[in-house]
């Protein structure tokens, strides 16, 4: 993820190297995939911060064994028009340890899209940043069929799949009550014992928006990237299923302007 300051020139974006360990035997490959504007704030006199994301492939290469160790990725290098940039991060790969449903192939919701959260910050350690999303239900996806039925999915936990970020707070905002609408309310959801039931009674008519916060652990960097996945059962069931909700990515943009003076 970079910062172009102009939509025009981010499709000249491309990565050029990856550092890390145990990765000799992996091909991982980076394309840019998405471009947006973050917010309004001028910078010198463009009005838009234009911000492009990257997604990574990871294939294994013939001299690829299984075995049971943590890769890591140290640094990205990436070319922006006639500048290389590399920037410091943390990111663990591990054999098939994830076992999440990405947000658009989730039983229990029906968000067609996998979105990145994206904030300029500075990225001091225990600092809390806040973040919105929205998570429109399915109630199909936990037996439910109609808005007068008794099934039920129960949100369980939460986690971040490469421990970078920690989450110091998750909230449901609710304004619906089995579709009547009710003054807005937040239910902020205990952390250390989360338990948190979808009813089909009242998902049966909307979904939700969530807000989170979140800090980030160990080290400063100049970019955070980490994703955020939710724990839930069914019905009352002792089986865990996981869903990535979203990646949620933090950046000290002064310090990135410095890397290209």
Request: net charge negative.
């Amino acid at each position: 993820m970079f910062n172009t300051n102009t939509a025009k020139t981010n499709d000249k974006m491309y990565v050029t190297d990856i550092v890390g360990e145990n990765i000799g035997d992996l091909l991982i490959t980076g394309i840019q995939y998405n471009c947006f504007s973050i917010d309004e704030v001028p910078i010198e006199g463009t009005t838009g911060n234009y911000v492009c994301v990257f997604n990574f492939t990871v294939k294994p290469m013939e001299t690829w064994v299984s075995n049971d160790i943590v890769r890591k990725i140290s640094q990205i290098s990436f070319k922006i028009i006639d500048t290389s940039i590399s920037v410091h991060v943390s990111v663990n790969i591990f054999e098939g340890a994830d076992n999440s449903n990405f947000i658009d192939n989730c039983p229990i919701l029906n968000n067609a899209q996998y979105l990145t959260l994206v904030k300029r910050a500075s990225l001091s350690v225990g600092n809390k940043l806040s973040f919105t999303l929205a998570l429109n239900w399915r109630i199909q996806g936990w037996g439910g069929n109609d808005g007068e039925d008794d099934k039920y999915a129960s949100i369980v936990g939460f986690r971040f799949a490469n421990s970078a970020l920690s989450l110091e707070s998750f909230a449901v905002v609710v304004d619906n009550d089995e579709g009547v609408f009710v003054p807005e309310r937040k239910d902020f959801l205990d952390l250390s014992n989360v338990m948190y039931n979808l009813t089909s009674r009242r998902c049966y008519w909307s979904g939700n928006f969530v807000e989170f916060e979140v800090s980030i652990v160990g080290e400063t960097y100049q970019i955070v990237s980490d994703s955020l996945i939710m724990l839930y059962t069914l019905n009352g069931g002792t089986d865990i299923y996981e869903v990535n909700l979203s990646t949620v990515q933090i950046y000290n943009y002064d310090a990135l302007l410095n890397w290209t003076e």
